[in-house]
């Protein structure tokens, strides 16, 4: 597959980048506040509305009901001191008094940390910056409040919503109950030993939480290969337009970055062969992906007809980001970016698995997706979450920290990898390096049957469905090629990538690779003849069936 996209014409111009006009268009964005559902939001993307409209896309604002979480002043008093202090989206807010408890240290706050330890009642410290798994379990244990220790100085903001998009009448129970605040390390620090000392000292929370029901935007620009042509595949490219405070970095140079991308392929749009659709989200830091989510949601059958592949973009173009090795990538698009971040970096991109986060939202679908958070800084002491500085989801994200060159090279790498999205004959989709990935999940398993769950029937179906892509690609024409390994992206995807309900979103937790084998893999470590192994048939049973069903439908895709 590389050979194959190294050899691909490339005849767009990528040194047509234009830096200092992404830098006029970046500096006009950088003015607005973009918290979702505000009227400064509503400005931004008007403006960027106006430009694409310029480049000859057809624009639509599509307004939706979304639950957003906008955080408000908060404090933290111990022993009598103020310390500084931020609480976080979807944290509840506080009494006006503040609430108080006993403070209970969960070190990073995994499942291990809370095991054996009562904190109903109490306020949890935690180290990092908050996250949705350390809002679940405290809630879950009883917690009223959580405390985050941030790595440094700065405090980020976050959303702790383990639920992923708009909550439903099935999910909403998970949203946090705790009241959450993040303080620095170094007053972070002083609590934790002080309670390695054995003392107690007296912590009140404070926070304001505006939670609730709004209307937000979603900005759709569309550009087909053929106006004629019915139901063309197209290419979704997507990135969040909402910000934390002024957001240059995340995610105004990606907003401009998908400007600039998509004025350099419409030059080249006679050479299409699938449509290009770009979405500006709202609702990404303060609605845990709820604009994405509601347009898989309300789209469903569309996506699913039509999308041949989800490029995302965020946080691109930032000083010190030297790093491009670390962009995540579905192993089937893995040889379409390794080839062209090699060219225009000299870079060698890593294997690394797409985690559970950002505006992928379109797994269930089965739609192959590519990068997130993009470019990054070196390693260094302090650990975040991502690499993309340490001035990430703070007031500090200005102009000041993007360099224009960056920004440049970036854009260079999208547009080149878009153009080929968009022109190659055969779609860059490497079902094979995909499949090639689940005989190895399975050959983990190591027997032809776990307990009396036989998974042998699985490995011969990979085997069959290898051998026909080989056949499909050498045989047939691009058309149909083209439209089988959509049907294909439809059943291995959501094995990939979910739990395998393609009609609903998993929760914005940590999954593994291939998570529908989950259930097979704890039967396979459990104790012959426990109840323990007996209850775990059951699950084991379900998800191999539901593999053996996806191979199926796979394998009907390259029917003779």
């Known amino acids: 597959m590389a050979s194959t996209v190294a050899a691909a014409t490339r005849a767009v111009a990528t040194d047509r980048v234009d830096a200092a006009g992404m830098m006029r268009h970046l500096t006009h964005i950088a003015r607005y506040v973009k918290l979702s559902g505000t009227a400064e939001e509503a400005e931004s993307l008007a403006y960027i509305r106006r430009v694409m409209d310029g480049y000859g896309f057809a624009t639509t604002l599509v307004e939706h009901d979304a639950y957003i979480s906008l955080p408000g002043p908060a404090r933290v008093l111990a022993d009598g001191r103020e310390l500084k202090a931020i609480t976080h989206s979807m944290s509840r807010p506080s009494p006006a008094g503040g609430v108080t408890g006993p403070l209970v240290y969960v070190g990073e706050g995994s499942e291990a940390d809370f095991r054996g330890k009562d904190v109903r009642g109490c306020i949890v410290l935690a180290e990092g910056i908050a996250t949705p798994p350390l809002a679940l379990r405290a809630s879950r244990a009883g917690a009223i409040g959580q405390l985050n220790i941030s790595p440094h100085e700065h405090l980020h903001e976050m959303c702790l919503s383990p639920v992923w998009g708009n909550p439903s009448d099935?999910?909403?129970?998970?949203?946090?109950?705790?009241?959450?605040?993040?303080?620095?390390?170094?007053?972070?620090?002083?609590?934790?030993?002080?309670?390695?000392?054995?003392?107690?000292?007296?912590?009140?929370?404070?926070?304001?939480?505006?939670?609730?029901?709004r209307k937000t935007p979603i900005l759709v620009a569309e550009l087909p290969a053929d106006p004629t042509a019915k139901d063309e595949p197209f290419i979704l490219f997507s990135g969040h337009h909402d910000t934390w405070y002024h957001g240059v970095m995340d995610n105004g140079t990606a907003n401009i970055t998908m400007m600039e991308v998509a004025r350099l392929c419409a030059q080249?749009?006679?050479?299409?062969?699938?449509?290009?659709?770009?979405?500006?989200?709202?609702?990404?830091?303060?609605?845990?992906?709820?604009?994405?989510?509601?347009?898989?949601?309300?789209?469903?059958?569309?996506?699913?007809?039509?999308?041949?592949?989800?490029?995302?973009?965020?946080?691109?173009?930032?000083?010190?980001?030297?790093?491009?090795?670390?962009?995540?990538?579905?192993?089937?698009?893995?040889?379409?970016?390794?080839?062209?971040?090699?060219?225009?970096?000299?870079?060698?991109?890593?294997?690394?698995?797409?985690?559970?986060?950002?505006?992928?939202?379109?797994?269930?679908?089965?739609?192959?997706?590519?990068?997130?958070?993009f470019s990054e800084q070196m390693p260094g002491k302090v650990k975040l979450r991502h690499a993309l500085g340490w001035w990430w989801h703070t007031p500090d994200d200005l102009l000041d920290k993007i360099d224009p060159e960056n920004l440049a090279?970036?854009?260079?790498?999208?547009?080149?990898?878009?153009?080929?999205?968009?022109?190659?004959?055969?779609?860059?989709?490497?079902?094979?390096?995909?499949?090639?990935?689940?005989q190895v999940e399975l050959g983990k398993l190591g027997a032809a049957a776990i307990r009396d769950v036989p998974i042998d029937g699985l490995q011969a179906a990979v085997a069959k469905l290898v051998e026909a892509l080989s056949r499909a690609?050498?045989?047939?024409?691009?058309?149909?090629?083209?439209?089988?390994?959509?049907?294909?992206?439809?059943?291995?995807?959501?094995?990939?990538?979910?739990?395998?309900?393609?009609?609903?979103?998993?929760p914005a937790m940590p999954l593994p690779a291939w998570p529908v084998l989950e259930p097979l893999r704890r039967l396979a470590a459990a104790t012959p003849g426990t109840d323990e192994a007996r209850l775990y048939a059951v699950s084991a049973r379900q998800a191999r069936n539901r593999v053996a069903h996806s191979l199926r439908e796979a394998l009907s895709a390259l029917a003779e």
């Not at 845990?288 to 973009?313: K, M, P, Q």
């Open 268 to 373: 080249s749009r006679t050479a299409w062969r699938r449509g290009l659709r770009l979405c500006f989200w709202s609702g990404h830091s303060h609605g845990r992906y709820s604009s994405s989510a509601w347009y898989a949601d309300t789209h469903w059958d569309e996506l699913e007809r039509r999308c041949a592949a989800h490029v995302n973009i965020d946080s691109v173009g930032a000083a010190g980001a030297s790093v491009l090795s670390e962009a995540p990538t579905a192993i089937e698009l893995h040889a379409l970016a390794a080839d062209v971040i090699a060219r225009q970096s000299g870079q060698s991109l890593r294997a690394k698995r797409i985690g559970r986060g950002g505006d992928e939202s379109f797994w269930g679908i089965g739609i192959p997706a590519m990068f997130m958070a």
């Open 473 to 506: 690609h050498a045989t047939w024409p691009e058309d149909r090629l083209n439209a089988a390994l959509i049907r294909l992206s439809r059943a291995l995807v959501p094995l990939d990538y979910t739990n395998g309900d393609r009609f609903t979103h998993d």
């Open 409 to 438: 090279r970036d854009a260079r790498i999208y547009l080149e990898i878009l153009y080929h999205l968009l022109t190659d004959a055969v779609l860059p989709i490497d079902h094979a390096a995909q499949l090639a990935a689940l």
């Open 170 to 213: 099935q999910t909403v129970a998970n949203l946090p109950t705790t009241i959450a605040c993040t303080v620095s390390e170094a007053d972070g620090s002083t609590l934790r030993e002080a309670l390695e000392r054995g003392e107690a000292p007296a912590v009140i929370l404070f926070a304001e939480v505006d939670t609730g029901w």
